[in-house]
């Protein structure tokens, strides 16, 4: 036990940092042009944001959530999303009051107690987008052509975009009683979480992974046919948009989503060959979340994506990018007066931007010219009894092994001179 990490957990490493490190870049890069900005929520909220937020009879907050009691005895959940999470600091932190749209963007941590396989995880990481203040369809698309925009940018090819509406208050429950009849005559057959989605959600049965389930719900009338004037008319809207910016989509009018917060537009990206993960990025309108949580009726849209699920795309794909840990300078230094003149120069590479290295167990000079070799030095720079005698060192091209003796007084300055060589 306290050598492994809890089930569902993993270590980022060193070796794997980089890929990481790549794709936020791209995701900051992103956000920038978009006009996102970045914000940082607690990693835990009071329990209560989720259960108002997401929905009482998800997945998420029925069987997901780590949820405890703390010391002073509030019960605390880490956030299994983020979208109740930036509500709360919208409305805690007025930001509505500059009167326009607020756009945010987070990457972090988020935790569901779900059965961990390959792209599912207990602890994951999401990249996520939420604008707070539009109602046009225009931002819809905006955020919709943001995912789009990742993940092609990321080189990533066969990713599938479904888009549906789920409708709004005023027009669902009359779908919700159509689903309803539909389904009656086969509740027997419906496994027991649809028998119990019938009643409290039954939208919820057309997302039912079950295969018999799936079967059952072939042929059910689609929402699409329910909408009002104005769910239908912003969907279309949607769809011009897209099709103007060259977004390729698909309407699948069983994608409802697992959180209830949703309004009109419900999107996912799929990347099909990820099987039951193949959902890599997911989300939409969420008109009465803000409401919900105690504010003014407020529009609202966003999606998030799971890093861990793109990573295993790119990786499928052959399109992470390699690591390049490459030090500028090594520094060989043989005895221990040699040690106290390599760290000063060690010292004074480093304030100038370059990376340098030595090795601080005094092994042998065959041995620091192969870690030399294993950090993928440019240079190395040689100090034994003889340099510090004539105030010169050795300064060796990894590459061609050309060696130059350079007055320690001259030393930075000619490395600064022979790396930006190269
Ligand atoms: P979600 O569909 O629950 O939506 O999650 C979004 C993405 O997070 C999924 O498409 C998937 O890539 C990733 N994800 C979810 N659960 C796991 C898991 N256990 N392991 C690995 N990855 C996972 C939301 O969270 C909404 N807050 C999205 C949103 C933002 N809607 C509007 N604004």
Known sequence: ????????????????????LYLENKIRTLCALYGFNEIRTPIFEHTELFMRGIGETTDVVEKEMYTFPDRGGRSITLRPENTASVVRAYLQNKLYANGSINKFFYIGSMFRYDKPQAGRYREFH?????????QSPLIDAE????????????????????????GCPKCRPVYREKLQAFFKDKFAELCKDCQSRYTRNPLRILDCKNPHCKELAEGAPEITDYLCDDCASHFSELQESLTNLGIDFVLDSHLVRGLDYYTKTAFEFKYLPLGAQSA???GGRYDGLIEECGGDSTPAVGFATGLERVLLALETQKLLPVQNSACDVFIIALGKKAEQAAIKILQQLRSNNLSALMDYAGRSMKSQMKQANKNGAKYAVIIGDNELATANAIVRNMKDSEQMAVPFAALIDKIIFEVNKQ
Request: no cysteine; proline share 4%.
């Open 1 to 20: 036990m306290l050598t492994t990490v809890p089930r569902g957990t993993k270590d980022i490493l060193p070796d794997t940092i980089h890929e990481w």
């Open 126 to 134: 999401q990249f996520g987008v939420e604008a707070i203040g539009e």
């Open 143 to 166: 955020v919709i052509s943001l995912g789009d925009a990742l993940l092609k940018g990321l080189g990533l090819k066969d990713i599938l975009l479904k888009i549906n509406s789920v």
């Open 280 to 282: 890599i990025l997911g």
